[in-house]
C-alpha cells in the first residue's frame, strides 16, 4: 500500500503575533510546527504501515524551510519526503495550493492520500476536498477512525452529534481530525536517519500541473484587506475574595444580560 501524507508546515499560534501596522502576521522569531491535524494524519499512515504494511510519503509545499517538519515526519517513522518548492508557487491560495500539491501526487503512486482536516494558519479546510477533486477520487473528511478491510476501507466521520461509517474503495483521500489518534513522538533511532535523508526538492517542473493554474496567477482569490480586532475595553481589575469575585463578574455579565 502507498500512503502519501500531505503536511504543511505553519506557525506555532500560541505565539504568533500581528503586527498593529499592518494587520500582518510577525513571523520574525516565531517558531514553526508541524501543523496539528496533519501530524494525525501521519500517525494513521504509520499506523496502518505497521499494521498492514506501507510505505509512507510525506508531501509539502512550501519555503526551503519546510524542510524541517518533513525531517520531522522522517524522525516519526515516514520513509520519503517530498518538498515542492519553487518561487511558482508564491502567492498560491488554496486552489493554486491544491493544483500544485495535486499535481505532485500525479507523479507518485498512492492508495490513500492523507490531509488534515485544516491548517491552524490559513483555516480554510479546503485543500484536502479540492486535491480529491483535481485527481477525480472519492473523499472522506472530518475521519477519526480507519480500518483496513480485504479491497476497500472502513472509514468513521465525525458529525456534531454523532458519526457515519463509510465503506469505501480505494485510491482515496481521507482528511484526519484530532479525534483519530494521539500523535507518537520522534523516534529516537530515526532522528539520526532523518538528519542524513535526502529530502527531495521538486520545482514547478517535476509536478504534473498546467503552470497557469500555479501560484498568484492560478488563484482567483483576491484579499482586498485585513485588519485584526481591537480590543473591546480596557477591562477591569477586582481585588477581592474568589466568592465575592465570582458575585461581582455575575452582576456584571447579568447588567449587559448575557446571562
Ligand atoms: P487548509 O485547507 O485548512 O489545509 C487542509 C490540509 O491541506 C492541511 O491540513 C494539509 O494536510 C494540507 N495542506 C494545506 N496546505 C499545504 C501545503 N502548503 N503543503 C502540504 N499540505 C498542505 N501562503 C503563502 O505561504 N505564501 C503566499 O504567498 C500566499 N499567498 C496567498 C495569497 C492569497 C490571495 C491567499 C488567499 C492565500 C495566500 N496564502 C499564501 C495562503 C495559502 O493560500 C494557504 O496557506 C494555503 O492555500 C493552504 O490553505 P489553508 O492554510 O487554509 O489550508
Known sequence: MNI?????????????????????LVREGVPSIINPDDKNALEEALVLKENVGAKVTVISMGPPQA???????????????????????????TLATSNALAGTLRKLDYD????????????????GPEIAEHLGIPQITYVEKVSV?????????????GYEVVSVKTPVLLTAIKE???PRYMHMAN??????????????????????????????TKVKRSSTKEPKGQGEIVILQPKE?????????????YI
Do not use: Y
Open 245 to 257: 469575585a465570582a458575585a461581582h463578574a455575575v452582576s456584571k455579565l447579568k447588567m449587559k444580560h
Open 67 to 93: 524542510e524541517a517538519a518533513l525531517r520531522e515526519a522522517i524522525a516519526m517513522g515516514a520513509d520519503e519526503a517530498i518538498l515542492i518548492s519553487d518561487r511558482a508557487f508564491a502567492g498560491a491560495d
Open 112 to 127: 490513500i492520500i492523507f490531509a488534515g482536516r485544516q491548517a491552524i494558519d490559513g483555516d480554510t479546510a479546503q485543500v
Open 191 to 220: 532522528i539520526f536517519e532523518a538528519v542524513k535523508k535526502e529530502i527531495k526538492i521538486w520545482s514547478a517542473n517535476d509536478i504534473d500541473v498546467d503552470k497557469s493554474l500555479l501560484g498568484l496567477s492560478g488563484s482567483p
Open 149 to 161: 478491510e480485504e479491497d476497500s476501507l472502513k472509514v468513521q466521520r465525525a458529525w456534531e452529534d
Open 180 to 182: 483519530l489518534n494521539s
Open 4 to 24: 502519501v501524507v500531505c503536511l504543511k508546515q505553519v506557525p506555532d499560534t500560541t505565539e504568533v503575533k500581528i503586527d498593529p501596522k499592518t494587520g500582518t
